[in-house]
């Protein structure tokens, strides 16, 4: 520990620029060498989202720029690292206007296909307005989703999440599965996935968020299957680890894990998910995930009840935030 920090002590100036709410207990480690910052104003309630959108849809992205980042000496930073975020061409404008000397990055944590479309904004348009900027603005883009990499010339690095530390959550239940997320067209597989868990004796809780029609059709299957609201990141990981399993479902298409995964890495959890690249990953090991489609149904009780296998903190370290940004300084070195 004393001769990494000794290593960041000479290192340059590093900005993480994320949405509101990012755990920004993360920067601690890296002392001076890093910031961490808001781009926009808090905007967790409906109200301050719809004004925040407004205001970018109208190019007076100043209105919500967080006053944090306004008092930032944005030209004293070597490198400067945008989290993925509505309207992303005008904070890379942002940032450029302030600084023309630094390394730029955008961190894409979604598939552009699952970029979507929200009041005043089209996140198709956008991401196609962001391609072609990135020779008039210097930057790079980076991806988790392999196929998106290929297909639009970006940097690979894998899917991080914000690790919360001395979160100790008791499992209830063992053979208990958890699903949490937006429908996003999942709910019939589901509906399937919770009929073969009950037939095996297990106990699966999915909750559900709406899609723009907000509804969620559970008619039959209220046991399992419940309507729920967005939930702040440390709740429902709460409500997620207090259950033997997580189930991940990606949608068609998507060539890079969700957070699910590395969760169940993180914190000790078994994994039940569709995602059959996943056996690539160094984090995989057959006694702590199951997958859909190649492992046996027949199995599924006896696997959620064997104890979990270890994975090393090294291997851990690549999905946190101090794997990314240690990622980053290769990259400047």
Not at 89 to 101: A, D, M, P, S, T
Not at 201 to 222: A, Q, R, T
Not at 324 to 332: E, G, N, P, S, T
Request: aromatic residues 14%; glycine residues 6%.
């Amino acid at each position: 520990m004393v001769r990494r920090k000794m290593e960041l002590h000479n290192m340059d100036k590093i900005l993480v620029l994320t949405t509101p709410g990012y755990q920004k207990d993360q920067e601690s480690r890296w002392g001076d060498s890093v910031s961490v910052c808001s781009m926009y104003r808090n905007n967790r309630s409906m109200l301050c989202r719809l004004r925040l959108r407004a205001a970018l849809c109208l190019r007076h992205e100043n209105w919500e720029i967080s006053k944090e980042l306004r008092n930032l000496d944005l030209n004293s930073y070597d490198m400067v690292i945008i989290s993925q975020v509505i309207y992303p061409e005008l904070i890379i404008k942002y940032v450029r206007e302030r600084n023309n000397h630094c390394k730029l990055y955008y961190w894409m944590w979604d598939s552009v296909a699952f970029t979507g479309n929200a009041l005043f904004y089209n996140g198709k348009k956008h991401w196609e307005n962001l391609i072609k900027l990135r020779n008039q603005y210097d930057f790079e883009i980076l991806s988790f989703d392999k196929s998106d990499c290929e297909k639009y010339n970006l940097i690979f690095h894998n899917q991080i999440i914000p690790i919360i530390k001395d979160l100790d959550v008791k499992i209830c239940d063992k053979q208990s599965i958890y699903f949490c997320g937006y429908d996003k067209g999942r709910v019939s597989l589901l509906k399937e996935l919770g009929r073969i868990f009950l037939s095996l004796g297990l106990k699966p809780h999915f909750d559900i968020v709406p899609g723009k029609d907000g509804y969620v059709d559970n008619k039959g299957y209220e046991s399992y299957i419940h309507k729920c609201g967005r939930k702040s990141y440390l709740d429902f990981l709460t409500s997620e680890l207090s259950h033997g399993a997580i189930l991940e479902v990606v949608q068609s298409g998507q060539h890079g894990i969700t957070w699910r995964p590395i969760e169940a890495a993180v914190y000790r959890r078994k994994l039940i998910t569709n995602f059959k690249e996943i056996k690539n990953y160094d984090f995989y090991n057959p006694h702590n995930v199951f997958i859909i489609g190649e492992d046996n149904y027949n199995d599924l009780a006896s696997f959620l009840s064997s104890e979990f296998h270890e994975i090393s903190p090294e291997i851990i370290n690549h999905y946190n935030f101090d794997g990314w940004l240690d990622f980053f300084m290769r990259k400047k070195g």
